[in-house]
């Protein structure tokens, strides 16, 4: 089942980015994120209308 993310779902989206970034050349970022960096991107993101399914 597909579903769009929710607020609950930052801290698995958070997991996931940030184990990205320290073990894969995937995401070309050198420092892990925090909870408030992935908050101000759900917001930024419903804000300019992605995942409206």
């Given at each position: 089942?597909?579903?769009?993310?929710?607020?609950?779902?930052?801290?698995?989206?958070?997991?996931?980015?940030?184990?990205?970034?320290?073990?894969?050349?995937?995401?070309?970022?050198?420092?892990?994120?925090?909870?408030?960096?992935?908050?101000?991107?759900y917001?930024?993101?419903?804000?300019?209308?992605?995942?409206?399914?």
């Amino acid at each position: 089942m597909i579903r769009e993310a929710n607020e609950k779902d930052l801290i698995y989206i958070l997991e996931i980015y940030n184990d990205a970034i320290l073990t894969t050349t995937a995401i070309y970022d050198y420092k892990a994120h925090t909870l408030d960096d992935r908050i101000q991107w759900y917001e930024k993101k419903k804000q300019d209308g992605y995942c409206k399914w």
